[in-house]
């Protein structure tokens, strides 16, 4: 399974920021980053995002062609619920999409999961696991037996995958160009997007090389400092 474009919130830094006119340093801008930046400027932050650049990063893990976008996370609740969460935004920005660039860049097809042995009853594994964590959660994935499969998807060889589910509220996205247009609006919104690596952190106390981070040294000799890093 492709690794998942995720819009999920840094949440151990969005925690601890109180609702006032601070400024934050976000170092990366991937998906993470991004989507981070963009939500704490719209929360009234001063944003700062370092990045090598440029965006999207060819080495970034949410540079690609597609990247699955899916609630399937095996047993883990926790990521589980944060994908339903997100839904709702990629559908929003879809809409911004087809509006400014009349198309789509999240397509919502669904995710068909396979597995090589039997698929209910006693067994055990990341796809039943998955299944019944979305089914407990009230999702309408639907398990799948050999002949439904040959039915259903007739260009799929069973002859080792024979068993499975669909989940419907699933699919994929054009990962690149998505963060591409992520950092062009967050550029539009406010956040300073500034084209440099982080050579060392900068701490609270100059002597300690752990605690409180001040801000981020870079490669280019700049001292960026901030109330809340990320």
Wanted: hydrophobic share 35%; with cysteine.
């Amino acid at each position: 399974v492709a690794c998942c474009v995720t819009i999920v919130i840094r949440s151990s830094l969005l925690l601890t920021i109180m609702q006032a006119s601070k400024s934050a340093l976000i170092v990366g801008g991937g998906v993470f980053g991004v989507s981070t930046a963009l939500e704490l400027k719209s929360r009234g932050y001063s944003v700062r995002l370092l990045d090598p650049g440029p965006i999207p990063h060819p080495h970034a893990a949410s540079t690609d062609i597609s990247k699955v976008i899916r609630p399937d996370y095996g047993k883990d609740a926790l990521y589980t619920r944060l994908m339903e969460e997100c839904m709702p935004v990629w559908r929003r920005w879809n809409e911004e999409w087809r509006r400014t660039h009349k198309r789509e860049l999240f397509h919502e097809s669904g995710v068909l999961v396979l597995r090589k042995g039997e698929f209910l009853g006693d067994e055990q594994g990341f796809e039943v696991d998955t299944y019944h964590t979305l089914r407990r959660r009230g999702h309408q994935v639907e398990a799948l037996t050999t002949d439904d499969i040959r039915r259903r998807f007739p260009i799929w060889d069973t002859t080792q995958y024979k068993t499975g589910y669909v989940s419907p509220h699933a699919g994929w996205a054009e990962s690149g160009e998505v963060l591409e247009l992520l950092a062009h609006k967050a550029r539009a919104k406010g956040v300073e997007i500034i084209y440099d690596a982080m050579k060392s952190l900068i701490y609270a106390n100059p002597n300690a090389q752990s605690g409180r981070v001040r801000g981020v040294l870079t490669k280019a000799g700049k001292r960026l400092y901030a109330e809340y890093m990320g």
